[in-house]
């Protein structure tokens, strides 16, 4: 008969008031449910807590917080897709656009109704921001506490591995099998400002595992009764690809290694692992033992090596695809000579690197002869984080 019909489970009677005086004053009803829901945001201190409330109080929505890229932060994915949205901006701590509230509806809606969806979405939008600000400032209070933590731990090399009196460690394990990571960016960006966004991406993927600012980076590592370095590596690579940081990442891995002084030994793996790495790119992550010897290069002067290296490299670096033709290098050299290795490690067509060798060739560089290779490799590997960007930018080049 395409009439409207629903069940209640408790007084029917409560139910049918109800029913009456929203029919009667549909205006009266929507401003009693903005004020419910405002009532709701201030008891609520997260971004997943106050989507929640929109979630189940308003009927017929559901409610996302996006990215302006369309990255899901909080709520449900089907708002995102939904065909008829209401959507307000929401401002970061700093006053800028930092992301979209969406409420996604099941029907077009009325402008009436519409206009009501907005208005609770408003009344989201300075709790979600007070949210973000006190998640932030505990991100910032929570990275140093375990930098202070880690440093207590590791800082004294020929000790023993424990806990000190009035240490606080946050849920770490130290007995067990371990596997440390350590992860870097450019050395270009390193800084203590960095530290909350990189905490705040890797506990959204990883909330059960601890990460510290150590050094130049940030540490962590998995304790698990047969774990081992490739299982490790294999899952930081995956979930790298899914974190949202404000910065590029790449990481070293150590061998595996029992107990608390095991984990210090590790984590040092680790680090002089993410050294050599960082010169490989955004996400690429090595362990310890794939890197074998070039893990030292880890250790190595930047900042000197490469104001050496573009002396030295000054004629290769002058031809207009230079930079290009610097990274090829390094994939030969890395590659022991072999263009074809090389290729597939680019992602290009032999064809292509062989090429890019004439042209290197063409520029006086020599990287068959004994005396010169471990020099050019060096060179290579001193410029490659500044090159990076443009190798992503120009791999396709011919």
């Given at each position: 008969m395409r009439l409207p019909v629903?069940?209640?489970?408790?007084?029917?009677?409560?139910?049918?008031?109800?029913?009456?005086?929203?029919?009667?004053?549909?205006?009266?009803?929507?401003?009693?449910?903005?004020?419910?829901?405002?009532?709701?945001?201030?008891?609520?201190?997260?971004?997943?807590?106050?989507?929640?409330?929109?979630?189940?109080?308003?009927?017929?929505?559901?409610?996302?917080?996006?990215?302006?890229?369309?990255?899901?932060?909080?709520?449900?994915?089907?708002?995102?897709?939904?065909?008829?949205?209401?959507?307000?901006?929401?401002?970061?701590?700093?006053?800028?656009?930092?992301?979209?509230?969406?409420?996604?509806?099941?029907?077009?809606?009325?402008?009436?109704?519409?206009?009501?969806?907005?208005?609770?979405?408003?009344?989201?939008?300075?709790?979600?921001?007070?949210?973000?600000?006190?998640?932030?400032?505990?991100?910032?209070?929570?990275?140093?506490?375990?930098?202070?933590?880690?440093?207590?731990?590791?800082?004294?090399?020929?000790?023993?591995?424990?806990?000190?009196?009035?240490?606080?460690?946050?849920g770490w394990r130290l007995e067990g099998r371990h596997v440390a990571v350590f992860l870097r960016t450019d050395p270009a960006l390193e800084g203590a400002g960095l530290s909350p966004g990189v905490v705040s991406a890797w506990q959204e993927v990883l909330p059960d595992l601890p990460l510290a600012p150590w050094q130049d980076g940030w540490a962590s590592w998995w304790t698990e009764p047969e774990i081992e370095s490739g299982q490790v590596a294999a899952a930081l690579r995956r979930h790298l690809a899914r974190m949202r940081v404000p910065v590029p990442l790449s990481a070293g891995v150590g061998r595996a290694a029992e107990g608390g002084e095991g984990l210090r030994a590790s984590l040092e793996q680790a680090v002089l692992a993410a050294g050599a790495t960082v010169r490989l790119g955004h996400g690429e992550v090595r362990t310890f033992d794939e890197l074998g010897y070039r893990a030292l290069l880890g250790t190595l002067g930047q900042a000197e090596l490469a104001a050496s290296a573009r002396l030295v490299l000054a004629d290769l670096l002058a031809a207009p695809d230079g930079p290009v033709l610097v990274v090829t290098l390094a994939a030969v050299l890395d590659c022991?000579?072999?263009?074809?290795?090389?290729?597939?490690?680019?992602?290009?067509?032999?064809?292509?690197?062989?090429?890019?060798?004439?042209?290197?060739?063409?520029?006086?560089?020599?990287?068959?002869?004994?005396?010169?290779r471990l020099a050019l490799h060096l060179a290579c590997y001193a410029l490659l984080p500044e090159l990076q960007n443009g190798q992503q930018a120009t791999t396709q080049q011919p």
């Open positions: 629903f069940a209640v489970g408790e007084d029917p009677a409560a139910y049918a008031l109800e029913l009456a005086a929203v029919v009667a004053s549909p205006e009266a009803a929507r401003a009693r449910l903005a004020a419910r829901c405002a009532e709701l945001f201030a008891e609520r201190s997260s971004p997943r807590g106050i989507l929640g409330v929109i979630n189940a109080e308003v009927p017929g929505v559901t409610a996302a917080l996006l990215l302006p890229d369309g990255h899901l932060l909080a709520g449900q994915s089907a708002a995102a897709r939904a065909e008829h949205q209401v959507r307000v901006e929401v401002p970061g701590p700093d006053g800028r656009r930092w992301a979209d509230l969406v409420a996604g509806l099941a029907a077009p809606p009325a402008p009436a109704w519409a206009e009501s969806v907005r208005l609770i979405l408003r009344l989201a939008r300075a709790p979600l921001t007070t949210s973000v600000a006190r998640e932030r400032v505990s991100a910032v209070y929570g990275a140093e506490q375990a930098r202070a933590a880690l440093t207590a731990l590791f800082a004294r090399p020929g000790h023993a591995v424990e806990a000190e009196p009035g240490v606080d460690l946050p022991g000579g072999s263009t074809g290795r090389a290729a597939a490690r680019l992602g290009l067509h032999r064809n292509t690197v062989l090429g890019r060798v004439e042209r290197i060739r063409a520029r006086g560089v020599d990287f068959d002869h004994p005396d010169q």
